[in-house]
């Protein structure tokens, strides 16, 4: 079964790094998403991404964060100076089209340690 | 600000018998709701899922019920097996959301002892 891929599993920085998330959409997904769950929290839209750019983004998903889809099949996010509260799991999601939009199939997740 | 809840944090059932998890919504915007389940070091898998316009969906052992007048939803998972202990989701998503993002509950933590 298509699944979505995350990658690493577990990422460990310093603060003031930059880091980038990466995920592997099910392949013929059109629709993109990160959250994020801080530990104890909910899960948490970060943002979407259809047709190569943002359709929609939080209020999280400030001037340090950006999102890419550098070829056909990555989608990555960028941290570009990491905080200690940036600990967070994050999910990246995607769905088919616009009809089974709500349907999001989620990856295992990166857990990101800022020390 | 949550836009939508699970009260209840953990709920404990015997195998064989009914889970019932609940969830609360209060943006009378919201005309798609899902129910996700996440074991431990694993994303959400989705579950089952309602539209606006309807008041239940059934797939199997899992049925969805939607009271919009109340804006309450709750899954009913029977016979409940242990393989059914997780933590369950609530989420739902707005009509006028162009980038389709998911609302989320804190989650139920649902054990099924044998």
């Known amino acids: 079964e298509p699944e979505v891929t995350q990658t690493p599993s577990h990422q460990v920085t310093q603060m003031g790094q930059e880091v980038i998330l990466r995920c592997v959409p099910i392949?013929?997904?059109?629709?993109f998403y990160w959250y994020r769950q801080i530990l104890g929290q909910k899960v948490e839209f970060l943002v979407s991404?259809?047709?190569?750019?943002?359709?929609?983004k939080s209020e999280i998903f400030d001037d340090q964060f950006s999102v890419e889809r550098p070829d056909g099949s990555n989608f990555t996010l960028k941290i570009r100076s990491t905080k200690l509260e940036d600990s967070a799991m994050y999910f990246c999601?995607?769905?088919?089209?616009?009809?089974?939009?709500?349907?999001?199939?989620f990856g295992a997740g990166t857990r990101l340690s800022v020390l | 600000d949550q836009q939508v809840k699970q009260n209840s944090p953990s709920l404990s059932v015997q195998e064989g018998r009914i889970s019932i998890l609940n969830c609360d919504y209060t943006?009378?915007?919201?005309?798609?709701f899902l129910w996700y389940k996440k074991y431990p070091a694993e994303g959400p898998t989705f579950l089952i899922s309602?539209?606006?316009?309807?008041d239940k969906n059934e797939d199997g052992r899992f049925t969805v019920f939607l009271n919009k007048s109340a804006k309450h939803l709750s899954l009913h998972i029977v016979p409940s097996q242990p393989g059914d202990s997780a933590v369950y989701f609530c989420?739902?998503?707005?009509?006028?959301?162009?980038?389709?993002?998911?609302?989320f509950g804190k989650g139920t933590s649902l054990l099924v002892t044998p």
């Open positions: 943006n009378s915007m919201f005309d798609y």
């Open positions: 991404f259809y047709n190569n750019e943002i359709s929609e």
């Open positions: 989420a739902a998503s707005d009509v006028s959301n162009s980038g389709y993002a998911l609302n």
């Open positions: 309602i539209s606006s316009i309807k």
């Open positions: 392949s013929n997904h059109l629709y």
């Open positions: 999601a995607s769905t088919l089209d616009s009809i089974a939009k709500n349907i999001q199939y």
